[in-house]
């Protein structure tokens, strides 16, 4: 929201300086995010007086000039219009001057004559919408004066962030009372009392609402007689200011509406309105899925079911709080107008804006929330400005469609609440005025004020958020520091609290780095991981997305964490391990709330180790990333875990595994697929891991039980198992384990070899389709220091047992 100072001191009175006002704003929630000088545009532009005139000696439509700018010599300038005369003072643009439009004013030579300059129109300038000649000043401008100096366009234009729950702040009058608040200063509104002459509007237009939902209120005025043309200076300068470009005396009062109350109107061409009976006929409708519409911009909209229109009996007329129809604009033949002044549904509206691609300052206002109650009001004060300047009349009456006003929130504050909540000693007349100064009214009550909240604030529902309204106007920085009430309290982290820590100290002692993305995803990520959800599961779509790539909410952290694998990779960051713990979300067809659940996700990509001179680093694979998920596993107190084989769509089969903890899926791990690495411009391996936090947190146990330390040697012997492919370690870890007895302490898988698959049959090792792995068992007892005496039975009875159970063969 752009605010002209000039402007604003017409509303409310301003007795500091910029820097105090934009401090005060700041500590109010409103931040000023820029302040710019807008005369600066006009430097180098002064006044000037024509001193000849005469014909260019090889252009017919020039004229050579020597023009007087207040220096030891006359300018010769070269120049196009016609609409002046020796002794004229106009507008001189010097070399060097930098125009609003971005020309760059420079000497030149136009059929060989030499132009030390230019002289301007209004429309160069950017202080008015006349292009057909040069802008002629008044006979007692002085020479040489810097025109912005003379005309008095340097102003002050602050640029606001406002928040998406303060639609009232995107108006002046609104920014008035915000100020006036703030610096305890009244604010004026301004009129809105048109005068009235000639037939009613009910008798030349009607107006029929079919989704009063979509249109909680349209209201339509009609304006005869006007000529349309060029605005008045003064109009072009507070539009300009506020950031929008002049087009016509009509156009432009309903821009300055928008800047000035805050409500975005439309003007309609009332002969271009398909009549019905004698009158123009408004329909609000939604399109008919297919149908079409040419927008202002000359594009043909193909509008879908869901989209609000504005149409006639023909068909849509405009787009309802988005852009005009071109068939039905204002244009110089115009000679009446149907004013429109309505408020449309803030989801409909973004909805349709997004779709399109039209976000204008219109639809910006109806996606955070027009007030109803301003419209009448806004088409009052539209009609007023348009009789000035359009020299039209005014038809008596607004037809206005209205079916359910709604009621204003009354909401009960409490003096001592506030001072409880707040800690500081705010009186209740104090937190009155206050409120009374934001447009509120307020009735005495038992332990407090009745607040009536007006309907231009739908974002004070609660009684906290009136408390929130006193103490930034009241002063946060007057909030004296104190330390949290409360005596003999501990303070400790919850069992929540505690496992998210351990999620987070295992993680990085494996090696990855925190890594914190956006909660919101791509719909196209579904296709390029190949997702598929469970029953009755969909993404959340958002309202009012940011872009189209970030339009639903994360259902995986996985497509996340290979766009920041792809984007480190293209900065030539190929060494990238990260995690990441976040919801992801999913809903269901109908459902109001979406479900969220916690994750942890986990990708690993290049080596652990920089490459040496004699060798190169190891790639990480899917053993890397099974460590770091055993690592926090073993953190979180979770046992009985096991890895078994999984198809994924986006892993690669063979490299992939689903965990299972007490026979529950809890997530996956795996190598993604190569064609999910192309989709996401990544560079393989890479190993991804996703678990579910909840089920970990609840198989999970804090207690750790002691293990006395080993007061005797163990004894360690290796084996080497020939197996079918089919056959896992996991599988024979299990056999020996089983089979083992007391005396088995631990068990260490070391090596897998298989035969290369081009080895010629005489170099083969082992048999097609075998594989061998080499185990490492350790044997201890707590008693005594085992002897092979000792040992070695044990150890034939693991190797018997394993091999029937398994069919594995002890390699020699």
Same mark, same amino acid.
């Given at each position: ?243 929008? *470009? ?6 432009? &009062? ?30 609000? *409708? ?47 033949? !115009? ?105 509120? !009214? ?143 979300? &999913? ?50 107190? &979770? ?61 999970? !146990? ?111």
């Amino acid at each position: 929201m752009r605010v002209s100072l000039k402007w604003l001191s017409e509303l409310v009175d301003i007795d500091v300086d910029v820097s105090t006002l934009c401090d005060r704003l700041d500590m109010t929630g409103t931040k000023v995010e820029a302040v710019h000088m807008t005369g600066a545009t006009l430097d180098g532009v002064v006044v000037g007086q024509v001193l000849t005139k005469d014909p260019h000696p090889e252009a017919d439509k020039l004229s050579c000039c020597t023009v007087d700018v207040g220096e030891a010599e006359a300018l010769s300038i070269v120049c196009g219009a016609t609409n002046f005369k020796a002794g004229d003072k106009v507008p001189v643009a010097t070399v060097g001057a930098t125009l609003p439009n971005g020309m760059t004013i420079k000497k030149a030579k136009l059929r060989g004559q030499v132009s030390m300059g230019m002289m301007c129109s209004s429309t160069e300038l950017a202080v008015g919408g006349d292009a057909s000649g040069l802008l002629i000043l008044p006979e007692d401008a002085p020479i040489g004066v810097a025109y912005g100096t003379y005309a008095g366009l340097s102003d002050t234009v602050l640029e606001l962030e406002v928040t998406p729950n303060r639609p009232d702040c995107l108006s002046m009058v609104g920014v008035a009372r915000e100020v006036g608040a703030v610096m305890g200063s009244p604010f004026k509104t301004p009129a809105s009392l048109p005068e009235e002459a000639g037939a009613p509007a009910a008798g030349a237009v009607t107006v029929r609402v079919d989704n009063p939902d979509l249109c909680p209120r349209y209201t339509a005025r009609v304006m005869r007689g006007v000529k349309v043309g060029p605005s008045p200076d003064w109009l072009v300068q507070r539009i300009t200011a506020a950031g929008a *470009r002049p087009i016509n005396n009509v156009v432009d &009062v309903t821009n300055y509406i928008l800047f000035e109350l805050g409500q975005p109107l439309h003007a309609f061409d009332l002969d271009k309105i398909a009549a019905s009976g004698g009158k123009a006929e408004i329909i609000v *409708r939604t399109a008919i899925e297919g149908e079409e519409l040419k927008t202002l911009d000359g594009q043909v909209r193909r509008l879908a079911a869901d989209t609000l229109v504005i149409a006639d009996t023909r068909g849509p007329v405009a787009l309802a709080g988005v852009m005009g129809g071109e068939d039905s604009e204002v244009s110089d033949q !115009t000679v009446d107008v149907l004013l429109e002044s309505a408020c449309f549904d803030t989801s409909t509206t973004s909805r349709t804006s997004r779709r399109l691609g039209l976000i204008s300052e219109a639809s910006l206002r109806f996606e955070r929330g027009v007030d109803p109650e301003l419209a009448a009001r806004a088409s009052d004060r539209a009609a007023q400005l348009l009789a000035e300047v359009s020299g039209g009349t005014v038809a008596p009456g607004i037809v206005d469609v209205y079916p359910a006003a709604p009621e204003p929130c009354v909401l009960r504050l409490r003096g001592e609440r506030l001072r409880a909540i707040i800690g500081a000693p705010i009186t209740d007349d104090e937190a009155a005025s206050i409120l009374v100064s934001l447009g509120l !009214t307020l009735e005495p009550a038992e332990d407090g004020f009745d607040v009536t909240v007006p309907t231009f604030r739908p974002d004070l529902v609660r009684e906290i958020d009136l408390i929130e309204e006193v103490v930034r106007v009241w002063g946060m920085e007057r909030v004296p520091s104190t330390f949290p009430g409360g005596r003999e309290r501990v303070g400790a982290l919850t069992a929540g609290q505690q496992r998210d820590l351990s999620i987070g100290v295992a993680l990085r002692a494996a090696g990855l780095n925190e890594h914190i993305g956006y909660a919101f995803a791509d719909p196209r990520d579904m296709e390029r991981l190949g997702w598929e959800l469970g029953p009755d599961e969909v993404p959340v779509e958002l309202i009012n997305p940011m872009s189209e790539e970030q339009a639903v909410m994360r259902w995986t952290l996985a497509a996340g964490l290979l766009r920041a694998v792809s984007y480190n990779q293209r900065r030539g960051a190929g060494d990238v391990h990260i995690y990441e713990l976040g919801n992801v979300f &999913v809903t269901a067809p109908g459902r109001k709330q979406p479900k969220q659940r916690l994750m942890v996700g986990g990708v690993l990509a290049g080596a652990w180790e920089r490459p040496s001179w004699d060798q190169d680093a190891r790639p990480l694979d899917f053993f890397d990333g099974k460590g770091a998920v055993e690592t926090l596993l073993t953190e979180l107190g &979770v046992d009985r875990v096991k890895f078994r084989t999984s198809e994924r769509a986006w892993l690669q089969a063979g490299r992939s595994a689903d965990v299972i903890v007490r026979g529950d899926v809890v997530g996956w791990i795996g190598e993604v697929a190569p064609q999910v690495l192309d989709a996401y411009g990544a560079t393989g391996p890479v190993t991804m891991f996703e678990l579910g936090v909840a089920p970990l947190g609840k198989a999970g !146990t804090r207690t750790r039980a002691y293990s006395e330390v080993p007061r005797y040697p163990s004894v360690n012997l290796d084996i080497a198992l020939v197996v079918d492919e089919e056959v896992t370690s996991e599988q024979l870890v299990h056999a020996m384990t089983s089979a083992g007895g007391k005396l088995l302490d631990g068990i260490r898988l070391f090596d897998v070899y298989r035969d290369p698959q081009d080895a010629p049959a005489g170099e083969r090792r082992l048999p097609e389709g075998k594989k061998s792995l080499a185990f490492s068992l350790s044997y201890r007892s707590n008693e005594q220091t085992l002897s092979d005496e000792v040992v070695r039975p044990v150890h034939e009875k693991l190797l018997a047992k394993v091999c029937r159970a398994t069919g594995a063969e002890v390699r020699g």
